[in-house]
């Protein structure tokens, strides 16, 4: 079946400093969903990419869907403690549900 | 508009025991869809429903059911807990897209 998977698996930086995850599937994905997690709390959409080679930015978040989307980034510029939290990639499976991957839990210390 | 609730928020049962989860969809979603979560892993998908019909069913034993009923919110049965069944229980729902809006999550623990 299809799988998600990220690196790295967890990451500390010092706040100001950039954070970068990787998902990579090993089928190709019609989209993929980023989701960040706060400690104790639950899933929070954040964006979906859908064409091949599209990059979306919010803020200092930038997405980025590779060209045969297969794989996928979320690049954090300036981290602030506010970003601590896991962040997951899904791709679709089914009829509008989504496969995981394990997460990037990051760290910031101020 | 009020987020997916789900109840109870936390639950401790025994191995062998039987629990039920609840959840209610945002109003106007008919899509909800049921994940376990263990600590330190993502999300993994157990059911989604749709219009009161199963539309999808993930790699988990029998003794895990659900359903949906006329006002969208869903149910999620675990027969026979075991200890491994402890785990954050999130439902989702969605407009019959990809997105999914979570709900707090149940904690569910088994001694």
């Known amino acids: 079946g299809q799988q998600v998977m990220q690196i790295p698996q967890y990451q500390h930086v010092q706040e100001g400093e950039d954070f970068t995850t990787y998902c990579n599937s090993s089928?190709?994905?019609?989209?993929i969903q980023w989701y960040k997690q706060r400690p104790g709390g639950h899933p929070v959409f954040l964006i979906q990419?859908?064409?091949?080679?599209e990059v979306k930015k919010q803020k200092r978040l930038t997405f980025q869907f590779g060209e045969a989307k297969k794989n996928s980034s979320l690049h954090i510029t300036a981290t602030q403690t506010t970003d601590v939290g896991t962040y997951f990639c899904?791709?679709?499976?089914?009829?509008?549900?989504?496969?995981f991957g394990k997460g990037t839990m990051l760290l910031v210390s101020p | 508009d009020a987020g997916v609730t789900q109840s109870p928020t936390h639950l401790i049962k025994t191995r062998g025991q039987h629990v039920t989860l609840r959840c209610s969809p945002i109003?106007?979603?008919?899509?909800v869809s049921w994940y376990q979560q263990v600590l330190g892993q993502g999300p993994q998908f157990i059911f989604q429903y749709y219009e009161k019909e199963e539309r999808g069913r993930g790699n988990f034993p029998d003794r895990f059911s659900a359903r949906q009923f006329p006002n969208y919110s869903s149910e999620l049965n675990v027969n026979a807990l075991l200890l491994g069944d402890s785990a954050l229980y999130l439902c989702?729902?969605?407009?019959?897209?990809?997105?999914?809006?979570f709900g707090p999550g149940t904690r569910l623990t088994v001694l």
């Open positions: 990419l859908v064409k091949s080679g």
């Open positions: 989702a729902s969605s407009q019959g897209t990809y997105e999914q809006f």
């Open positions: 089928t190709t994905l019609s989209n």
């Open positions: 899904a791709g679709p499976r089914g009829y509008s549900t989504l496969t």
């Open positions: 109003s106007g979603h008919k899509s």
